[in-house]
């Protein structure tokens, strides 16, 4: 009875410790399967962090580029109207020379005749076209000083 007894108690005694050993290795699986979703977490997060932050740096980059297209747009816009006020200004100088011309006595109009007729020769003009001018009477030679 008392060799049954030990008996009893020593395979209490390892049944006991092979449930020790039983739970020790559940409790080291379960660290080793937590430290996985750790790792897998961390690489998920870490992942999604570096999309944001290449999202951020496009977007950032799109909006760089939008500001520098508007500002050469507008650019442009100023320089166009720069110059069609330039034009508008010779326009209206040409204008203002035009009305002076023509409100000169005869002789300075037939002075400025001769201005002309000399500078449409000198540019690159052939002169066939110079004296179509001519004989249309345009420009017709005044007397010569």
Not at 30 to 44: A, L, N, W
Not at 68 to 73: L, M, T
């Amino acid at each position: 009875m008392l060799q049954a007894k030990q008996h009893q108690e020593t395979r209490e005694r390892e049944e006991q410790q092979s449930l020790l050993e039983q739970m020790a290795c559940k409790k080291h699986q379960q660290v080793k399967q937590t430290k996985r979703h750790c790792s897998y977490f961390e690489q998920v997060v870490r992942k999604q962090q570096e999309q944001a932050l290449k999202m951020r740096r496009q977007q950032e980059e799109r909006v760089a580029k939008q500001v520098e297209y508007g500002k050469a747009v507008r650019r442009l816009v100023l320089e166009c109207q720069d110059q069609l006020v330039h034009k508008w200004a010779i326009c209206f100088e040409a204008g203002k020379h035009q009305q002076q011309d023509m409100q000169k006595p005869p002789d300075c109009n037939g002075q400025l005749k001769r201005t002309r007729m000399q500078e449409l020769r000198a540019s690159v003009l052939p002169d066939k076209y110079c004296r179509a001018v001519e004989h249309k009477g345009w420009m017709k030679p005044g007397p010569k000083d």
